[in-house]
């Protein structure tokens, strides 16, 4: 049975992580002694794969102040609002001296900040080395998920749903909304292209998805990727800890140019081509599996704070 898709929808169960950070926060709310233990596993692991991704969350090169009032560990509390960021950088701070300071940005950070912060998102050109990426906010953003829908079972159509609140999304829905290859809708109320929300299932019975960047990232990307379906967008411009930088256009997903003139001739293609779109699928599943293992994801987090540490606290 795919639990995932009967009880919670193709989304993370909330009340799951909720408890499961509250049990954290009550009870192993601060063990820097178990750091030892946990980098212990990284015997059983590619030490190259793990410090390339650490560089790349990381990019800090040199020592530099924390300029932006900095919270000591110790002095980091749950706050009333956006408590995720609170809950996902706790994880991974609690296994550090508590009178080490950092600073975090919560929300969809699209700027580089002044001096080193802990951030969900950030650019992907510039120097970017101030903007140390952490998996925040992945309850939502982290979605994996169990797609049996073959592609070929699919429908041959593009399928859209969004909160068509930027230029960029509306310039798409401008173009496309009437496109007999697209079925797209605005959940936004009082929209031209207003349609009601449909399930990730539903979703799935479509051969495309598109996944156009919205404040940040797409945040459907990550599920899309997951499944039998192909993602369909320009090139990225911003990143998580999906790391979207390392993203391959027409290898991972189906890129289009960025006034999207080219998109009917893209979706003919893979159409036509269904070889072709397999190959995409199965790559972009391969690329989210090295996300799947919890301790290796944990044994990361923790290597990039430590090197966050040790370019800023000392």
């Not at 946990?38 to 590619?46: C, F, G, I, S, T």
Request: aromatic share 12%.
């Amino acid at each position: 049975m795919n639990i995932k898709k009967v009880f919670f929808q193709n989304k993370n169960s909330k009340p799951l992580y909720y408890l499961k950070a509250e049990l954290r926060r009550l009870f192993a709310a601060h063990v820097p002694t178990r750091r030892k233990h946990l980098l212990k596993q990284l015997a059983q692991y590619n030490l190259d794969d793990i410090m390339s991704r650490v560089h790349y969350y990381n990019q800090l090169q040199e020592h530099r102040p924390l300029l932006d009032s900095p919270v000591r560990i110790s002095e980091n509390v749950r706050p009333a609002r956006l408590k995720v960021y609170y809950y996902d950088s706790q994880e991974y701070l609690r296994y550090f001296d508590g009178h080490l300071q950092f600073q975090l940005i919560p929300g969809d950070v699209t700027t580089i900040p002044h001096s080193p912060s802990l951030v969900k998102s950030r650019p992907i050109a510039g120097d970017i080395a101030n903007a140390v990426l952490l998996n925040l906010d992945k309850v939502r953003h982290f979605n994996f998920i169990q797609d049996d829908i073959p592609f070929a079972a699919k429908k041959d159509m593009l399928i859209g749903r969004a909160a068509v609140q930027q230029e960029h999304r509306r310039r798409f829905y401008e173009l496309y909304f009437h496109h007999p290859l697209c079925d797209l809708g605005d959940i936004m109320k009082d929209s031209p292209w207003l349609k009601p929300k449909i399930s990730i299932a539903e979703h799935l019975n479509y051969k495309f998805i598109l996944a156009i960047e919205g404040n940040d990232v797409a945040t459907n990307l990550k599920w899309i990727m997951s499944s039998n379906s192909i993602a369909v967008m320009p090139e990225p411009t911003y990143e998580t800890w999906y790391m979207e930088g390392r993203l391959q256009p027409d290898v991972h997903y189906i890129s289009i140019r960025k006034d999207y003139a080219d998109l009917e001739e893209k979706l003919a293609y893979y159409m036509a081509h269904p070889e072709k779109a397999q190959e995409i699928i199965d790559q972009a599943n391969a690329y989210t599996r090295q996300f799947r293992d919890q301790t290796k994801e944990d044994l990361i987090s923790v290597l990039v704070l430590e090197k966050y540490f040790e370019y800023t606290n000392n």
